[in-house]
């Protein structure tokens, strides 16, 4: 029986003309000590893909999802500006992505007033449609259905499940990291494949330069892709998107020996304070103060989560066939970004990605 790959994103904005409860928070579900002994790095949830980041990092495109929503309902169609500079929402609105980037069956959303029949709506809604329950509901604060100060809603939960058409082996316990760069671990849990398993198959080179710079690609049946980084270049998951697929040009034909990814697992919960209590203020005028914006990311990828299409293989390289293929090992054993791609018709840009450093912050003990 396969097991799939877990990639849960829900995510709330409550934009209101009074304040509301603040939202209490939980801690990252991460490994409290690296397995080497030493200090684990925090992970770090970033609200929108123009966001700086470094170390360890998780964007997911559910946040920003909402913040349209916010734009399209009170802004009529505009973006909301802020009353006093705000760097995070100057990042919100200047973001290129959208729904539109996913096809339906990855999303429930809500844009309406902060009520019990909403909060009952919604609870039904993710049900219906994902089979799951929300951690966040009952974090924010609900008015009667009457109740003139009843703030406005948006709500999104993403929620995506896959397994690859041939699962990976769990490989033996490896190092990641190097001790020049400060993120040397021991003992951290791979899957991969080598030169003979039917895995490797699925796995492509979306460009090689050295042993410290490549990317692989892996497509799914059912239009998700995998996208992953060695040492990505960029100070935003945008920047390092783009920057991985300007490299990808002709190379000499590329022969992949091995593949190794590290298993990742990360629960985490974000309140978003830059935007807590700033006023926004919409095309015609009026003004929205925000009183919650939160956001959480369960995610989860091993040797079982993944799908590659047998048209994966075309992603690479032209044919040279004058040239003897350079054999390549795909090993994601130090620093790395992950994307997760819907390549539906039309479509192809992330909609979540996990920059990881330190292992140990993704991995139990």
């Given at each position: 029986?396969?097991?799939?790959?877990?990639?849960?994103?829900?995510?709330?904005?409550?934009?209101?003309?009074?304040?509301?409860?603040?939202?209490?928070?939980?801690?990252?579900?991460?490994?409290?000590?690296?397995?080497?002994?030493?200090?684990?790095?925090?992970?770090?949830?970033?609200?929108?893909?123009?966001?700086?980041?470094?170390?360890?990092?998780v964007?997911c495109?559910?946040?920003q999802?909402?913040?349209?929503?916010?734009?399209e309902?009170?802004g009529a169609?505009?973006?909301?500006?802020?009353?006093?500079?705000n760097?995070?929402?100057?990042?919100?609105?200047?973001?290129?992505?959208?729904?539109?980037?996913?096809?339906?069956e990855?999303c429930?959303?809500?844009?309406?007033?902060a009520?019990?029949?909403?909060?009952?709506?919604i609870?039904?809604?993710?049900?219906?449609?994902?089979?799951?329950?929300?951690?966040?509901?009952?974090?924010?604060?609900?008015?009667?259905?009457?109740?003139?100060?009843?703030?406005?809603?948006?709500?999104?939960?993403?929620?995506?499940?896959?397994?690859?058409?041939?699962?990976?082996?769990?490989?033996?316990?490896?190092?990641?990291g190097?001790?020049?760069?400060?993120?040397?671990?021991?003992?951290?849990?791979y899957?991969g494949?080598?030169?003979?398993?039917?895995a490797?198959?699925?796995v492509s080179?979306?460009?090689?330069?050295?042993?410290?710079?490549?990317?692989?690609i892996?497509?799914?049946?059912?239009g998700?892709?995998?996208v992953?980084?060695?040492?990505?270049?960029?100070?935003?998951?945008?920047?390092?998107?783009?920057?991985?697929?300007v490299?990808?040009?002709?190379?000499?034909?590329?022969?992949?020996?091995?593949?190794?990814?590290?298993?990742?697992?990360?629960?985490?919960?974000?309140e978003?304070?830059?935007?807590?209590?700033?006023?926004?203020?919409?095309?015609?005028?009026?003004?929205?103060?925000?009183?919650?914006?939160?956001?959480?990311?369960?995610?989860?990828?091993?040797?079982?989560?993944?799908?590659?299409?047998?048209?994966?293989?075309?992603?690479?390289?032209?044919?040279r066939?004058d040239?003897d293929?350079?054999?390549?090992?795909?090993?994601?054993?130090?620093?790395?970004?992950?994307?997760?791609?819907?390549s539906?018709?039309?479509?192809?840009?992330?909609y979540l990605?996990?920059?990881?450093d330190?292992?140990?912050?993704?991995?139990?003990?």
């Amino acid at each position: 029986m396969k097991h799939p790959l877990h990639i849960f994103s829900l995510s709330c904005l409550v934009l209101a003309l009074t304040s509301c409860t603040p939202a209490t928070s939980r801690k990252p579900a991460s490994n409290p000590m690296r397995m080497d002994g030493g200090e684990t790095q925090a992970v770090g949830l970033v609200a929108s893909d123009r966001s700086p980041v470094s170390d360890n990092a998780v964007w997911c495109g559910s946040f920003q999802i909402c913040w349209n929503m916010a734009g399209e309902t009170i802004g009529a169609g505009s973006q909301l500006t802020p009353l006093e500079p705000n760097a995070l929402a100057d990042e919100l609105n200047s973001s290129g992505f959208s729904a539109e980037s996913l096809g339906d069956e990855y999303c429930y959303v809500y844009a309406g007033p902060a009520t019990q029949s909403a909060r009952l709506r919604i609870a039904q809604g993710i049900e219906q449609r994902f089979h799951q329950e929300s951690d966040i509901l009952d974090k924010l604060t609900w008015y009667e259905d009457a109740d003139p100060d009843a703030g406005m809603l948006f709500y999104t939960m993403l929620y995506r499940e896959f397994s690859y058409e041939e699962p990976f082996e769990y490989l033996e316990p490896a190092d990641f990291g190097s001790t020049a760069n400060g993120n040397r671990s021991s003992g951290v849990l791979y899957f991969g494949a080598k030169a003979g398993d039917t895995a490797l198959g699925q796995v492509s080179p979306l460009y090689y330069e050295d042993e410290d710079h490549f990317a692989a690609i892996i497509y799914t049946p059912g239009g998700d892709v995998l996208v992953l980084v060695r040492s990505p270049e960029g100070t935003t998951f945008q920047e390092m998107w783009e920057n991985a697929f300007v490299r990808e040009r002709a190379y000499r034909p590329l022969e992949v020996d091995s593949f190794a990814c590290p298993c990742l697992d990360l629960d985490i919960v974000q309140e978003f304070e830059q935007l807590k209590g700033i006023v926004l203020v919409a095309e015609d005028g009026s003004v929205w103060p925000v009183a919650d914006a939160i956001q959480t990311v369960r995610l989860s990828l091993d040797a079982h989560g993944g799908v590659v299409e047998s048209e994966a293989a075309h992603a690479n390289t032209a044919e040279r066939p004058d040239e003897d293929p350079l054999h390549i090992d795909l090993v994601f054993d130090d620093s790395f970004a992950l994307f997760l791609v819907d390549s539906g018709p039309g479509r192809f840009e992330p909609y979540l990605g996990v920059l990881v450093d330190d292992v140990t912050a993704y991995q139990a003990r």
